[in-house]
């Protein structure tokens, strides 16, 4: 390989400096004698780096140098005599040889490099197997033809010998055959393989073949190995037995061309025509010795030669062209419509060598497809059934000719799309106005018509755009309309607007996205909702144990009555929160509003709130104005929305932090904020925290204690107050702010009349208290309380136990529970109110069941009042004082 200009120059002046460098250093042995003995080394490898001009240049200065430092006089450059000017010549004509002898050894290494590639290139690049060996029949190589059929790589060939990679055997015994790589070793001469062979692969497959071997012989004739040369003649085994047949096919073939109606040309890829059957020559006027030779664009009107380019494209790719219409022209000019089909011819390789086609006269039968085409136009022009069918249907609807032109629409298809009738009939129906803001659709249903022409039926959810520019979606088919021949006549266009359709399915999509979830955040709850029930419910038990432990020890049982009172009292504010979310949902929730100032509000709020301040070691600071703020709200509910907010805040702040409740007016609107220094929100969650069953970190949420609702409550309690409430955070680690605005009472003028004192209540009356629950430990634990407060009871634990106490004691008042078995509480209610015993006793339901439906049941039942468990004792104490009127009033 020739190395670039710059190396080869930079290697002859290395191997010069070294000469020069050699003879400096042999100087004081040689003196004046052999001063240039060096530098014919020199000469030599410049010659083979670079070729003769390097080695020109190097004998020249190297010749110079030594002139100057080795000959005498030293350090003068000249040629003094006539033995120097000698001693110059012979050292020319010295590099002379040496650059000769170069320039052969390099055109005699590039040859052997160049044949040597040639020769790579071409074992790789044949299309037969070859494999070469050494002079002992071993395998030197192998090409990739070679490795396919043998199964062997030629790296793991190489060495081995050539029976064990090259396995022959006859075609019908089977029995090993006479390795021909051998014998052509053995002779020195070339050897063809027996007929009928078949090589064995190595993975047992079998293949026939043929061809030869011959030995490698160098230019002396010495053999240094053998090149085995072979190819898969299975293929072509088959072939022969065959060709015969083809033989007699094809003869009669060519008789078919001949007596056919059917013009049948055949012609080369670049047009040329090669053959003119005689239904050619009647249908075009051309002789076959008229038409053989020259271009098949001789019958091709000029406007459509692009049409031969499109064909001949279609052909070389591999394509049939079936029945394409088209219009040629005759040799006296006259034009003619033909169907055409042309096939690809193709060699034995598969390779498309020209192409075969059969033009057929269709011009008569178009003229009376025109013809019926028109007639049956008229026809349906005639048909008013047809017609009131095809104006008022429901979907679009249109007559088309096959070449796509609108011969007819529907009204629908025109007004509802906002065009009138004469910009859309008479055009092709891919140029119609609703497609021309979509040049690829328009492309689209131009091929879908023309397949439809062709037979193919379209179908597809298509846009379309109406007058005002809006798109809508259609489901669009064109079906082709044949004759009982099977042509195609016209194509029918039908479709209807399925916009809202579509719009519906992404809204059910979405409405399924959101379900799931939904049922996500839902599972999430209720996990959480386990979570803190189980919360309560450990000390609860672990207090039992306490108490059943005490010993009757005072300090003990307080405090295990303080602890069983506070996780009592959060299990009712769980079950509360979920009630006031079930029923603000269902809209059953209703506020007893009345006019109050809004900062007496905040400060029960905060008043509430405070323990959960103090135990986080908070600093509470709270802003009001000096003047009321009059609000119409529910004072209950407005407590729960800031406490909420408040208790909200001390959970989600780290110890030792810091919230801000401020209130304002600001015209017509009260605002509080409820600002935290706590963990913040993140900006995704700021739009959904206030969505039922949404957290802002679930994990958080649980380690906190809650179920995620309390927002919820917030935000619907505060529109139920004509309000609204937003929430703000600069993100994670830096605090959240909630803004609730409610709207101002308008100004009234209070009543100076002072309120009217409270009336004594009168002392307590003891009663008779009849208690059904079939919860023994619930009815036990509620007989003893009452009993402690000096009331006589009686305990019944299912509905005919309870109707005969009642019979027996009657009782003043009757504690009855709902879900009794057997008979429930609504049957025992109503039979008690039945009986006249019965008239004059208090009926209060004590239930888990507390939705607005079940205390309609209880009251149509005859109940006098409905109260939901647990319920609270004093509370339940001070409602047996009531009288009997004023329970059922409330």
């Known amino acids: 390989m020739a190395r670039p200009f710059p190396t080869s120059l930079a290697v002859s002046l290395a191997a010069l400096a070294v000469a020069l460098a050699l003879r400096w250093l042999l100087d004081p042995m040689l003196g004046e004698t ?49 033995i120097e000017f000698v001693g110059f010549v012979a050292y020319l004509f010295t590099c002379a040889l040496i650059v000769a002898i170069g320039e052969a050894m390099r055109g005699a290494r590039s040859r052997a490099g160049a044949q040597g590639e040639l020769l790579r290139v071409t074992l790789a690049s044949i299309g037969d197997a070859v494999i070469t060996t050494d002079v002992e029949a071993r395998v030197t190589y192998l090409n990739a033809i070679a490795e396919q059929l043998t199964g062997w790589t030629s790296a793991g060939a190489r060495g081995r010998p050539l029976d064990e990679v090259f396995r022959i055997v006859g075609e019908r015994d089977h029995l090993p055959a006479d390795n021909p790589a051998k014998r052509a070793l053995r002779e020195g001469a070339a050897v063809g393989l027996a007929n009928h062979t078949i090589l064995i692969a190595r993975d047992g497959s079998e293949h026939a073949i043929d061809d030869s071997a011959a030995p490698i012989k160098d230019e002396q004739g010495v053999v240094s190995g053998c090149v085995l040369v072979f190819r898969d003649v299975s293929e072509r085994r088959s072939v022969e037995h065959d060709e015969a047949g083809r033989l007699l096919a094809a003869r009669q073939l060519a008789s078919i061309v001949e007596s056919s109606d059917d013009a049948i040309i055949r012609k080369s890829l670049d047009g040329t025509i090669q053959s003119w059957n005689a239904a050619a020559e009647r249908l075009f006027g051309y002789t076959a010795e008229q038409a053989v030779g020259r271009h098949i664009s001789m019958v091709i009107p000029a406007d459509r030669l692009g049409e031969e380019d499109q064909i001949i494209a279609s052909i070389r790719a591999g394509r049939r062209v079936d029945h394409f219409e088209t219009v040629r022209v005759r040799g006296d000019g006259q034009p003619i419509v033909v169907s055409l089909t042309i096939s690809p011819i193709l060699d034995e390789r598969g390779d498309v060598v020209g192409a075969s086609k059969i033009v057929r006269d269709v011009t008569r039968q178009r003229q009376a497809e025109e013809r019926e085409r028109k007639l049956l136009a008229d026809a349906v022009s005639a048909n008013a059934k047809f017609r009131a069918f095809f104006e008022q249907g429901a979907l679009f609807a249109g007559i088309m000719d096959v070449d796509g032109t609108l011969l007819d629409a529907n009204r629908l298809s025109w007004e509802g799309c906002g065009f009138k009738r004469e910009e859309a009939v008479g055009r092709k129906f891919w140029d119609g106005p609703w497609w021309s803001p979509s040049p690829p659709l328009v492309e689209r249903i131009r091929v879908a018509s023309e397949r439809a022409a062709a037979g193919e039926p379209f179908r597809a959810e298509v846009p379309y755009f109406v007058g005002d520019g809006s798109q809508r979606i259609a489901d669009m088919s064109i079906q082709p309309i044949g004759d009982g021949a099977g042509r195609i006549l016209y194509l029918a266009y039908t479709g209807s607007d399925i916009t809202e359709r579509k719009r519906l399915e992404v809204d059910l999509r979405k409405l399924a996205s959101d379900l799931v979830d939904a049922d996500r955040r839902k599972d999430e709850f209720l996990a959480t909702l386990a979570h803190e029930l189980r919360n309560p419910l450990a000390p609860l038990a672990n207090m039992i144990e306490v108490v059943r432990r005490s010993g009757g020890d005072r300090v003990a049982l307080g405090n295990a009555v303080d602890m069983m009172g506070r996780q009592t009292a959060q299990l009712v504010r769980l079950v509360d929160d979920l009630l006031d979310l079930s029923r603000i949902t269902h809209n059953r929730l209703e506020l007893r509003t009345q006019r109050v100032d809004l900062a007496s509000v905040i400060r029960q709020a905060v008043q509430s ?93 649980r380690a906190q204690g809650g179920l995620g609702i309390g927002l919820t409550l917030v935000k619907r309690l505060v529109h139920m107050h004509g309000g609204s409430v937003v929430a703000t955070s600069g993100g994670a680690g830096r605090g959240s702010e909630f803004v609730v605005r409610l709207p101002v009472a308008a100004t009234v003028h209070e009543s100076a009349t002072a309120p009217a004192p409270p009336r004594a209540r009168p002392a307590a009356r003891k009663h008779h208290v009849l208690i059904v629950d079939d919860n023994r430990d619930a009815a036990s634990s509620l007989a003893i309380l009452l009993e402690l407060d000096g009331h006589r009871t009686i305990v019944a634990h299912d509905g005919p136990a309870a109707l005969e106490a009642a019979e027996q004691h009657r009782p003043d008042v009757v504690l009855l529970d709902i879900g009794l078995p057997g008979m429930n509480g609504y049957e025992v209610g109503r039979h008690i109110r039945r009986q006249p015993w019965g008239r004059a006793i208090t009926l209060i339901a004590l239930t888990g069941w507390g939705q607005a439906e079940d205390r309609r049941r209880s009251h149509e039942a005859g109940f006098d009042a409905h109260l939901v468990k647990p319920v609270d004792p004093p509370a339940l104490i001070s409602l047996l004082d009531e009288p009997r009127a004023k329970m059922s009033a409330d």
């Open 609 to 701: 709130s405070q323990p959960f301040v103090d135990a986080a070691r908070h600093t509470l600071r709270v802003t009001l104005p000096d003047a009321p703020v009059p609000v119409v709200a529910d004072p209950v509910r407005l407590t729960q929305v800031f406490g909420n907010l408040i208790n909200n805040s001390c959970k989600y702040t780290p110890a030792g932090g810091t919230v801000d409740v401020t209130m304002a007016r600001v015209g017509d609107e009260a605002t509080v904020s409820v600002r935290d220094t706590g963990i913040g929100i993140p900006p995704d969650k700021l739009e959904t925290i206030f969505e039922m069953f949404s957290q802002v970190d679930a994990s958080l949420e």
């Open 34 to 82: 052999m001063p240039l003995v060096t530098l014919y080394g020199a000469v030599a490898i410049a010659a083979w780096a670079g070729g003769w001009r390097h080695a020109v240049v190097v004998a020249l200065l190297g010749y110079a140098t030594c002139n100057l430092l080795f000959i005498a006089p030293r350090g003068v450059l000249s040629i003094g005599n006539q």
